[in-house]
């Protein structure tokens, strides 16, 4: 299985796993927004393997039925200084799926999810890929309930994992979740819910 050989390979210090829920996002909210960040940036020669990336979605008021939201999932590069607004997510010794491991290092403020403000995250200093690793959608209709889930990454399909590097400031690399059309009234909650492993400096 992918996963099991995945702790196999060498170098692997440990695995990680978080769910990041945002406020309620207030209606009309702007399109092509930022709403999530995941910056890697352990200023050593670390990677981080991130295996999975799924998304949940409800609304406080009722959606426009008939509409669509579609979600992208970008890969950024050069991410020299770290997004702002939202809340920033702090993990400390948390979030390990084995007390041994090591403490992620991930930094503090490099997980960002947006809490209620409609214009999203403040992008930070980078450049994300023309187009996306994966996009999609989910459909709105008359009733507060999103749909189940929305995978944007998951290692068991693509057989691969998304490698990020950051051995400086200036080549951190990142994950981050946009909503290039937000075509319905309502007032979401989305949570985002990541798998990841990281590896020992060299």
């Given at each position: 299985?992918?996963?099991?050989?995945?702790?196999?390979?060498?170098?692997?210090?440990?695995?990680?796993?978080?769910?990041?829920?945002?406020?309620?996002?207030v209606?009309?909210?702007?399109?092509?927004?930022?709403y999530?960040?995941?910056?890697?940036?352990?200023?050593?020669?670390?990677?981080?393997?991130?295996?999975?990336?799924?998304?949940?979605?409800?609304?406080?008021?009722?959606?426009?039925?008939?509409?669509?939201?579609?979600?992208?999932?970008?890969?950024?590069?050069?991410?020299?200084?770290?997004g702002?607004?939202?809340t920033?997510?702090?993990?400390?010794?948390?979030?390990?799926?084995d007390?041994?491991?090591?403490?992620?290092?991930?930094?503090?403020?490099?997980?960002?999810?947006?809490?209620?403000?409609?214009?999203?995250?403040?992008?930070?200093?980078?450049?994300?890929?023309?187009?996306?690793?994966?996009?999609?959608?989910?459909?709105?209709?008359?009733?507060?309930?999103?749909?189940p889930e929305?995978v944007?990454?998951d290692?068991?399909?693509?057989?691969?994992?998304?490698?990020?590097?950051?051995?400086?400031?200036?080549t951190?690399?990142?994950?981050?979740?946009?909503?290039?059309?937000?075509?319905?009234?309502?007032?979401?909650?989305?949570?985002?819910?990541?798998?990841?492993?990281?590896?020992?400096?060299?």
């Amino acid at each position: 299985m992918i996963l099991n050989e995945l702790t196999e390979i060498s170098g692997v210090a440990g695995h990680y796993s978080g769910a990041f829920t945002s406020g309620v996002i207030v209606a009309a909210a702007d399109t092509n927004r930022e709403y999530f960040h995941f910056r890697w940036q352990p200023l050593t020669t670390s990677v981080c393997h991130v295996l999975s990336v799924v998304m949940t979605e409800g609304s406080a008021v009722s959606w426009t039925a008939g509409t669509a939201n579609h979600v992208a999932l970008f890969r950024a590069r050069a991410w020299s200084v770290q997004g702002s607004d939202g809340t920033a997510i702090t993990l400390g010794t948390g979030n390990k799926l084995d007390s041994n491991y090591p403490a992620s290092q991930v930094s503090i403020g490099d997980i960002r999810i947006v809490d209620t403000a409609n214009d999203g995250l403040n992008v930070g200093t980078k450049t994300n890929e023309t187009h996306p690793l994966r996009r999609t959608q989910f459909p709105t209709h008359p009733n507060t309930q999103g749909p189940p889930e929305l995978v944007l990454w998951d290692v068991t399909k693509t057989g691969r994992t998304i490698m990020l590097r950051g051995p400086t400031a200036a080549t951190a690399e990142g994950l981050v979740i946009t909503m290039p059309t937000f075509g319905a009234a309502g007032t979401p909650i989305i949570t985002v819910s990541v798998v990841w492993a990281e590896t020992m400096p060299a």
